[in-house]
């Protein structure tokens, strides 16, 4: 079965940086799109990143361009989300999904981000 585990959230000050990480299991990661996306108070589900199977495509929204940078290592089936200068409005729920034809098919079970003075 397919399974996203993530880890790396928690709370940090304004400006500070954070590392997010979802191991993968149940299917040939190289072979398929990951994404990024978060649950903000007030805002919804937000799409944030997204990255080809290789590694070679990269995408963002344009309120992360800039601070957010999509990764991966294939050898070890994980997906990275490097996170700088992280602003109060960062605040939020972060899942990656398994991306299939532009459309998540498979979540993770979420990370919290809490920015915070």
Known sequence: EVQLVQSGGGLVQP?????????????TFGNIDMTWVRQVPGKGLEW????????????????VKGRFTISR????????????????EDTGVYYCARFTNYAPDYWGQGTRVT???
């Open 115 to 117: 920015v915070a003075s």
């Open 73 to 88: 290592d294939n050898a070890k089936n994980t997906l990275y989300l490097q996170i700088y200068t992280l602003k109060p």
């Open 48 to 63: 944030i990143s997204a990255i080809q199977g290789g590694g070679g495509l990269l995408s963002y929204a344009d309120s």
């Open 15 to 27: 400006g500070g940086s954070l590392r997010l990480s979802c191991v993968a299991s149940g299917f």
